[in-house]
């Protein structure tokens, strides 16, 4: 049967009643796409192999604060942003209270600046500001100045973020401005990003404005502001939204349940899962890079068996006692210049989103591109003695008392952003979506972020409920 056919819709319903899917993986993108199966009618059965649904999404109680050890808030845009007001959460979304971002290892006598607000991927709109100037310094300021003097011709279409910052408006732009976004944000090297896929359009404004500067300029007027929104009480209660939505369309949700492994059809895929197989019409897998693979290389002949890998990356949340926090003294979150400090960067939470009732939140993050988190080889203990000490540095306060903390170790897909990660992720798709009823979602595919992984996932399972329905 094809979509073309004229199928009458009470024998379409009935159909989509007979065909089961199953989900493999209840994080986000696993819990959209069921979502949408069964918005179509399809029985949906998810797998998850931890205790809880979320993934990356994930609250927990601290010192009696509930606090978000992974994803803190989410752009609000795209299928998320529909979803949120589906799920009826749209009265429980908060507004960050601050954004601001410090950068802490310049060196000199400050050694920290707030990084200035007027910035695209970290370039300078205005390199005479304030900030700018506090973080560059004099001879670093009149270096970037000489962007609007330069042709833009003597470099061309340049795609590399390093070399274009590098060439346009010097190292200590690169180093002090670009880089702590690009580690922070994409998790990626500025030798690593490419510049079309982050910043689209700024090749070209750039060449019409005849500066970086200018670009950066004509391109954030053109986005207008950031729009990113967190859930009052935690991130958790959108999982658990989307955990009842999918049990009260009759979802079936199997908690604690790896799925070791896919049988390809005969008529149905076998999901070999710890405690019961599952016959399924159609598979949707949802994990991690690692374990996809893992899933799909047998049944998926032309998946690349090389992983593109994910950065190994741990977060400490602390909940402290520490007055000198209580004026917010580095924004929402001090970022270490690489390689300035063992930590990557710290996240004061209660200035975020103002949490902690006189305590103070404050989540510490290890690790990046090319560097194990410090981290990785202490015991809890130490850990957090690490984090309570890069934490007092990091905002450049005492932290007078430790009373609860939470350790949590996570594989930071890819950013889309990195050169060819877009052309990979599209192959990998295109293989998998091959193999008659099979498909795949997730960071690893979507490119890390929950709005990417939300759009992906609805459009993922959109694709392949119209194949379970009109049979490929
Ligand atoms: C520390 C951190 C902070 C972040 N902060 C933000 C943020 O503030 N805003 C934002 O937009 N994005 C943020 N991100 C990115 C975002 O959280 C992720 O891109 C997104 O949550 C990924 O969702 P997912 O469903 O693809 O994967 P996951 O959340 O990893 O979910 C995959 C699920 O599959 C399960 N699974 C694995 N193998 C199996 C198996 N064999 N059988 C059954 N189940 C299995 C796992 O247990 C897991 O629950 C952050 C990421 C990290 C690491």
Known sequence: MSPNDHVPLDELADQAGRVRVAVIGGGIAGLVAALECTKVGLQVTVFETSGRLGGTVSTVELDGIRVDTGADCFASRGRLARLVDELGLAGALIAPATETRWVVGTGGGEDAAPLPEDTLLGIPENMFGHEAQAILGTGGTWRAYLDRLRPPLTIGHERRLSVLVRTRMGQKVLDRLVAPLAVGV????????????????????????????????????????????????????????????????????????????????????????????????????????????????????????????????????????????????????????????????????TAKWGIGDGRHVVRIAFGGPDTAPATADLDDAAATEMAATEAASLFGVAIERVRAAHRARFTLAPSHAVTGRRRLATQGRNAIEAVPRLAATGAWLSGSGLAQVADDAAATADRLRRRALFSD
């Open 186 to 349: 994409y998790g990626a090297e500025p030798d690593d990003i490419d510049v079309d896929a982050a910043a689209p359009g700024l090749n070209a404004a750039l060449t019409r404005t005849g500066s970086l500067s200018g670009a950066v300029a004509t391109l954030r007027a053109q986005r207008g502001g950031s729009a990113i929104r967190s859930v009052e009480g935690g991130m958790s209660r959108l999982v658990d939204a989307l955990e009842a939505q999918l049990r009260a369309a009759g979802a079936e949700i199997r908690v604690a349940t790896s799925v070791s492994a896919l049988e390809p059809p005969g008529d149905r895929w076998t999901v070999r899962a710890v405690d019961e197989d599952l016959e399924a019409d159609a598979v949707i897998v949802a994990t991690p890079e690692a374990s996809a693979r893992a899933l799909l290389n047998p049944v998926v002949p032309t998946l690349d068996t090389a992983p593109s890998g994910g950065i190994p990356i741990e977060t400490v949340t602390l909940v402290v006692d520490a007055p000198g926090l209580d004026a917010h003294p580095r924004g929402a979150e001090a970022l270490a210049l690489p390689g300035s400090r063992a930590a990557a960067a710290a996240l004061h939470l």
